[in-house]
């Protein structure tokens, strides 16, 4: 008999049926795969029926209009997507860029903006990153250089999820004033984008500013810009480990419900003690995974405390995408021939937790990032 | 002889400073952080200051003279008790007769039997496991005939720890040869070891300690007030006493002490420079941090009032097979020093990799070995 660990409160139960009813209706497995095929690589309608769901404010204050809720609602909804493999930009849209324009300190734009995301008629991306594997803030080198009253932005962007999706970015900057994030028109003159394909089929993009021209009022955060934007994006790490923690929970259970039905030698391959415990110690990662993030949560619902939601977020992304991908391999493999096909969807998990636990850091890097930031503590 | 307050009434903080304070109080210092299993005359005037305080037996029920605490508090006491190094005593009558009995014994044995647990004269041992049956317990031959008032006991139990410490045994013998399943002839007795046909022999384990024993039992006449419960019923009886306690081998506490001395071990030979080993240590923390979050939810659904399923065995395999892989890591990073059988001496640091190394063999191997864990998780948990 299983713990009966049913932690789950009543809003975040029917969160769990709305996000499930949500997927089913979306077509699945199937639609999520057919909607990459899109020129977006996602579809507009689904993320409107998303928002209409309400659950793009649920991570939001009420103040800006959101639903004032916590990660533990939001991993919730995340969960239930990564089960599909959906390919709309949830974590990157709402959660990263949501944040920032959270914190932001131009409160008419930022709110503006939120209205905007919430209700799903504007869809933002951060572009931030410039070089592969730094993710900090500020080691910059796109310049924002005052002009006309405004600014004129120029720079590279690398790594923006979903860019080819995206209705504006939300571009950071060296300003006179140090850092600072801007709001730009994804059909600003001056911005080019070029599209690449992650290996799941969805997009990543690299955004070229030359001399953009910025309004002076479009700047969203100007006063402790790196700050913010690493509170944002330790959010977004915990929400992509939720999302992992969907992926894997779904490959297991498509394997193991596969290895019970799979019938060799005269009986079913999960009949095989080699396989049954190859199974457990998968299971066991799933576990660790699921407790770890449900760490992470716990301390972003109730602790302020920087360097404590940082190691926080660098446990949980370093399990989660170690865990994911060794689940999504192991799921190929107990399938034999049929899980190395196109056709049958075991692969696409794999190729989910492969840009899952590339994107914002992998295990590698957050173990090592773990390390810098939790204190030892003694025997 | 027993605590009088009901302490689940505390507040967790305050019933946590309590015993902390009396432990700190009254623990020898030179039994902290002991470095084997201590043995009953090492620890015995502690056993009686815990008796008197009333805090001997913290989960058996106060009427029978126990703290009666509920799972979460009693997940803080242990707390309290390991963070002080308090060694782990000769516990098996507090922890398995003593609940056996409350819940499957005549009052009579109860009676006679928890007051002489409460009062240190009987120190218990576990007699299950025999020669030919380990993982498959229920095949057990030892066995125990009726003759007029007395059960007659011939047959070998082994592997049993500090029977050469202790003064009774409790075992599962077969009353019945014939039984349609071999679990439905196995029962409950308790014996004292100085009954005549009883030889002990200690097996020195592979550390060099006499810490189990070999138990020869030869034509044993054994009261037959002392077997427990029903005849045939005592593979059920044992099955039930598996309770929330199972937690508790998911405890990250030994996980946690190995990784220290580890990372003592690295900064004595200067190992922190080097990449590769530190991305391996960093690997076995997120291990250690991440079995904690795991345990901490285990120990949450306790504190709640919920019910601890099959699905915690995991626990053990994560804890116990996390200790060995630090502990594998200390004697790869000895490298020559990794050959040596006594604790190490580098500098001002003391650190006992040998013994690390050898002492987290066995946690995989007793208590169901980690192989019939995978088994019970995949069929109980997996269905498969
Ligand atoms: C330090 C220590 C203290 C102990 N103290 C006590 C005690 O106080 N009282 C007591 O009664 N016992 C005690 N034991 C015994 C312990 O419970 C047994 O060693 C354990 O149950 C395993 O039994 P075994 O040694 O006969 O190994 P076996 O059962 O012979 O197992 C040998 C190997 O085969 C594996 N194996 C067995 N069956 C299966 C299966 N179905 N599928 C896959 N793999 C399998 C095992 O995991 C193991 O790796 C102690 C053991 C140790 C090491």
Redesign the interface.
Known sequence: ?????S?QNDTQRMLQDSARAFVSRSGGVDGARERRSLPAAFDRETWQTMAENGWFGLLLPEEQGGLGLGFAEAAVVIEELGRVVAPEPFVSAIVLAGAVLRDGDNPDLCNEKIENLISGSVIPALAWQEAANVYDPAAITTRAVPADGGFLISGTKKFIPAAAGADAFIVSAMGPDGLALYWVAADAKGLGLSSDRAVDETDIGTLTLDGVSVAKDQVLVAKDTAAIMARAIDEARVCAAAELVGVMKEAFDIT?AY??QREQFGRPV??F?AL??R???L??QQ??SR??L??AVQCFDSSDDVANRASEAS?AK??CSEAGLLIGRQSIQLHGGIGYTDAYHIGMYLKRALVLSAWLGNA?MH??R??DV?P???? | MSETRDMNALGDDEFRAEIREWVEANYPEELRFFPRRILMDECRDWYHKLSEKGWLCPVWPKEYGGMGLDPGKFIIYTEEFERHGVARMPDQGIVMVGPLLIKYGTEKQKEHFLANIHAGNHIWCQGYSEPNAGSDLASLRTSAVLEGDEYVVNGQKIWTSLAHDASWIYMLVRTDKDAAKPQEGISFLLCDLKTPGITIRTIPNIRGEEEFCEVFLDNVRVPKENLVGEPNRGWTMAKALLGFERIFVGNPRMCSYALNRLRLLAESLDAFTDAAFTARYNKHRLDVHDLAASFERYAGILKSGGEIGSDVSFLKIWATETYQRITEEMVELAGDLGSYRDDLLLGNNKVDVMNQFLGSRPSTIYGGSNEIQRNILAKQVLGL
């Open positions: 008999m299983p713990s009966n660990n932690d193991l290895v019970k999960g009949k003690q049954q415990h199974l457990v110690d299971w066991i576990e660790l407790d770890v449900g760490q446990a370093a399990r590698d173990r090592k773990f390390a939790a030892e503590v003694a025997a």
